[in-house]
């Protein structure tokens, strides 16, 4: 643990909490359901599905079966432009400068997020922030073998202990209930940000709540 900090390490949830994707996710959903001969969410509705594994919100959401589901999120993933994974979407304000103060006192940092792995790498790369990251980590693309929020914040760790980092006073940064439940079932402390998409309430369980970048800064950094 460094003396800038009470936390060894600081994982982030990407999604409502580094950046804001929602005009580009609601594009590819309005596409996906004209394909799926379904009315289209509005932009209302994204509350119900930005955080959440996709898979899980085609089928609360759409009332799709599992199969059908899986074959939404193919060809909705499809769309991404991966020659501009930063089209449709900007990051929070304050969130990079924090970053970088982060990485200055010397705090290992780590993504986990519900996102498939192959769109988090690009999307840091995309927004010059992945040189804050000492592992970056997403769902696996099938969906299975990486999927809950527990399971990417254990490979978190993993990753950074692997990579040196001491996880002994990890925190997680999250907006949503799903980050909350999987900071509870890896022991992980949780802020919760209300900058991002949730509902009232979604923070119950968390140690703190930011709702400004600065706000977090005070939570995580002594100096």
Known sequence: MTGASQWSCILWDMDGTIIDASEGILQRLKVTFDQLGKPAPT????IDWIGPPMLESFQNN???TPEEARTAVDFYRSLHNLND???????YDGV?????EVTAAGVPQAIASSK????VVPLAHAFDISGDFVAMVGATDDGLQRATKADVVREALK??????ADISRPVLIGDRHHD?????ATGVPVIHVTWGFSHPH?????????????ELRELLLTV
């Not at 932009?43 to 994204?46: G, K, V, Y």
């Not at 979604?202 to 600065?214: L, V």
């Open 202 to 214: 979604e923070g119950d369980g968390s140690i703190a709540t930011a709702t400004t970048a600065t």
């Open 62 to 64: 759409a009332d799709l």
């Open 96 to 100: 990079v400068d924090l970053l970088g």
């Open 116 to 119: 498939p792995e192959s769109q």
């Open 85 to 91: 994974m930063s089209a449709g979407t900007r990051v």
């Open 180 to 184: 909350v439940e999987g900071g509870a």
């Open 159 to 164: 990753r950074l202990e692997d990579a040196g």
């Open 43 to 46: 932009r209302d509705d994204l």
